[in-house]
C-alpha cells in the first residue's frame, strides 16, 4: 500500500551536531537519527551518506542517504520496511527513471527494489524531492525466494564476480565464496554443449535472460550488463 498509494511522505530527519561531525568525517559509519513522518516519530534510526561518483554529495548539501530502522532499534520498522534508500537524483532530473524501470523489471519477474518518492528536510533544511526504494536486506529477500537465508552480495564498484564481493546478508559460507566460484567456473566451460548444462545447475538462466535484457533494453549504463557495477548476486 505505501508504495502504490500515490502519497509522497514528508520526511524530517533530525541528526545531532556530534552525529553530524560523524558523518563529514566519515559518511559510510551509520550514526543515530530521529525521522518523524507526520505523527510518526522513529528513534534510534541508522543513517549514513550513499552513492559515488556522479550521485555523491556531502552532507551539508544534497546527500544521497541510507536509513536501516532496526540496526540499533530492533524490531523498528517503516512502513514495514526494515532499510531503504533516498537517492537525490542528481543523474535523473525527471525523478522517473527509477521508478519506471522498477516497475518494468518486477513485471518481467526479476527481483528489483519497489519505488516510490519522499520530500525530505535534513535538521530543518528542505532537501526537497528525493527517490525512495526499499532496502536489499531480509524482508526483501523473502518476497522474491523461498529460501531468504543465502547469501547475498553487492558486486559495488566495477567489479565481476570473481572478486571477493561484499556480503550484505547470508548465514552460509562467506570465506570460500564457493557459490561464486561455481558460478564462474560453469560460465569458463570451453565445451559450449556442456557449458550450458553446468550453467543451468548453478544459475537461474531464465531470469538472468530477462535481466540481461531488461538492462540492454533500458540501456542501463551503470548494472552489471554494461558496466559490472551496483549489481547484486544471490544464492538461495
Given at each position: 500500500d505505501f508504495f502504490d498509494s500515490g502519497i509522497i511522505p514528508a520526511l524530517r530527519i533530525e541528526i545531532a551536531p556530534t552525529n553530524m561531525a560523524s558523518l563529514r568525517r566519515d559518511d559510510r559509519t551509520y550514526v543515530r537519527a530521529t525521522v518523524r513522518e507526520g505523527d510518526r516519530v522513529y528513534e534510534e534510526v541508522a543513517i549514513h551518506l550513499k552513492g559515488a561518483a556522479g550521485s555523491k554529495q556531502p552532507i551539508d548539501q544534497k546527500p544521497a542517504l541510507t536509513l536501516n530502522f532496526?540496526?540499533?532499534?530492533?524490531?523498528?520498522?517503516?512502513?514495514?520496511?526494515?532499510?531503504?534508500?533516498?537517492?537525490?537524483?542528481?543523474?535523473?532530473?525527471?525523478?522517473?527513471?527509477?521508478?519506471?524501470?522498477?516497475?518494468?523489471?518486477?513485471?518481467?519477474g526479476v527481483p528489483t527494489a519497489r519505488t516510490t518518492h519522499a520530500r525530505v528536510w535534513l535538521n530543518g533544511r528542505d532537501l526537497g524531492l528525493y527517490v525512495l526504494k526499499e532496502g536489499y536486506d531480509r524482508s526483501f529477500l523473502r518476497r522474491h525466494f523461498r529460501n531468504a537465508k543465502g547469501n547475498l552480495y553487492d558486486g559495488g564498484f566495477l567489479q565481476e564476480i570473481t572478486a571477493r564481493l561484499q556480503r550484505d546478508n547470508g548465514e552460509g559460507d562467506a570465506k570460500s565464496y564457493s557459490d561464486l566460484r561455481s558460478v564462474a567456473a560453469a560460465a569458463r566451460e570451453p565445451d559450449f554443449s556442456k557449458r550450458m548444462g553446468r550453467l543451468e545447475q548453478v544459475l537461474d538462466v531464465d531470469r538472468f535472460l530477462a535481466f540481461t535484457a531488461l538492462e540492454i533494453l533500458t540501456e542501463h549504463w551503470d548494472g552489471y550488463a554494461l558496466k559490472k557495477n551496483n549489481y547484486r548476486v544471490y544464492h538461495d
Open positions: 532496526d540496526k540499533f532499534h530492533d524490531g523498528q520498522k517503516f512502513h514495514d520496511i526494515d532499510k531503504l534508500h533516498l537517492n537525490n537524483s542528481v543523474q535523473d532530473r525527471s525523478f522517473m527513471t527509477e521508478a519506471l524501470c522498477s516497475e518494468m523489471f518486477l513485471a518481467a
